[in-house]
Structures are given as C-alpha cells and as structure tokens.
C-alpha cells in the first residue's frame, strides 16, 4: 500500500471509531432524543443523512431547522432534476432559517453536486452544507465525512425516497427519516404545528428509533408531541442497528 493510501486509511478508521473523538454537538433541545443519540446531539464536522419522501418538504424543513440554529451562511446544493420541492423562501423563514443566508448552487448531476458539497466543506465559515440527492454512494460519502471532519463544518445530505426499503450502506454519522403524519386538531382557534415522525435508521452504537415531533418553529426547534393530543413521548419503537 502506498504511503498515500496508507494516510487515507488510517483517516477513515478514524471517522469510524467517532467514539474516540470529542466533537462539538447541535442539541435537538429534547431530553427523549438527545439522551439517545452519541454526544447529546448532532455531530458537528459530519456527515448526517436525511431521507424523506419527494412528494413534501417535510426533510427541506427539518435540515433548514437544524441549520437555523448555527451561525454563518448555508450552501445549498441542487440538482437539475427536481428530487425535492422547490425551496419556499417563507418555509425557511418559518424553520428559523432566514432565506438570505441561503446561497443556492445548481449542480446539475448527483456527481456533481457530491463534488460541490466537498468543496463548500472545504469552507470553515459557513453553517453548513446541503446536498439534494437520490443515493449517498459509500465512496462519495468517505470523501464528504474527510471534508467535514476537516472543516468543522455541518453536512446534511438530503436523500429523496421514493418508498421505504433495503437502506445502502454509507458513512454518514447519523441517518434520519422525516415523514409527516397527520395532526389532531388542537383545542384552540388557528392552526397547530404540523407532525412529523422522525425514524433515527442507522446510528452506530445505537438502537433505532422512532419519535413523534412538532415541526421546526421560527427558531428552527423541534417540540415534542403529545402536549394536548395524549401521545406518548417515549420512541414508538426501538430495535437494534448498525452504522
């Protein structure tokens, strides 16, 4: 093997053992998940999953909730064939990400917007980046992990799902399914915050699990449901998983 090889090597064993480094965390600011994920939290300097369906934007508002509540611009990376809805400038707003800190950049190919993700990860001073794709190639997703363990920056790839089945595997640190479920109507005058079921699928060292959550709010927070509905705030199921 050559020394260069022998270099890159060595770094990946190094991302997949995230137990023997200290990074910094994004609480979810909920005691059910943050108990539950390594760290307290979302890995900073990683590469983070997100799938969800393409007919919602339920997985555009989750990472723009997250995203809300780091300081710095976000690179958002497109592709030409439309695997999520269109960003709506007031969504965002409404996840607590402000739309002018959104700088938008149409990659054309799933290639290309892999490669244009590293590069941004290449940028300590942004928020972080976000890739829309359909799959998160094993390779590719190494590569995006090295960037962002680099870099300290946030990397959110977010995975347009057609329908639930067997999940390749790839390196991101965490990999998350958000799906939007019907709410009850709430005891008073107006509209509630939409539901959304969040599947925590792969997550080394840890179970699988399942939360009902209230959608991000102005300041990019997720609430935890059962308020005035009667839910239980405990995971609606757990099973074991591997990275």
């Known amino acids: 093997m050559s020394p260069a090889l022998a270099q890159l090597h060595a770094r990946i064993q190094r991302l997949e053992r995230p137990a023997e480094r200290r990074r910094e965390v994004l609480a979810f600011g909920l005691a059910a998940i943050d108990a539950h994920v390594p760290g307290g939290g979302l890995a900073l300097g990683a590469v983070h999953e997100i799938a969800g369906s393409a007919a919602d934007g339920a997985a555009i508002l989750f990472a723009a909730g997250l995203l809300a509540r780091l300081s710095g611009p976000v690179l958002w990376c497109h592709g030409t064939r439309g695997l999520f809805p269109p960003l709506f400038p007031p969504g965002l707003a409404g996840a607590g990400l402000a739309p002018e800190r959104v700088i938008h950049l149409e990659a054309g190919t799933g290639k290309a917007v892999l490669l244009a993700m590293e590069e941004g990860l290449g940028q300590p001073g942004l928020a972080g980046v976000v890739g829309e794709l359909s799959h ?108």
Do not use: H
């Open 136 to 243: 998160l190639p094993m390779l590719a997703s190494r590569r995006l992990a090295l960037a962002a363990e680099t870099s300290g920056v946030l990397a959110l790839a977010l995975r347009a799902e057609k329908e639930e089945g067997k999940i390749a595997p790839n390196a991101a640190a965490t990999r998350w399914r958000v799906s939007p479920i019907p709410a009850p109507r709430p005891p008073w005058p107006g509209l509630g915050r939409a539901l959304w079921r969040l599947d925590l699928i792969r997550c080394r060292g840890r179970a699988a699990a399942s939360w009902v959550v209230e959608a991000c709010d102005a300041t990019g927070r997720l609430g935890m449901a059962g308020l005035f509905s009667g839910r239980s705030r405990t995971p609606l199921r757990e099973q074991r998983a591997g990275a």
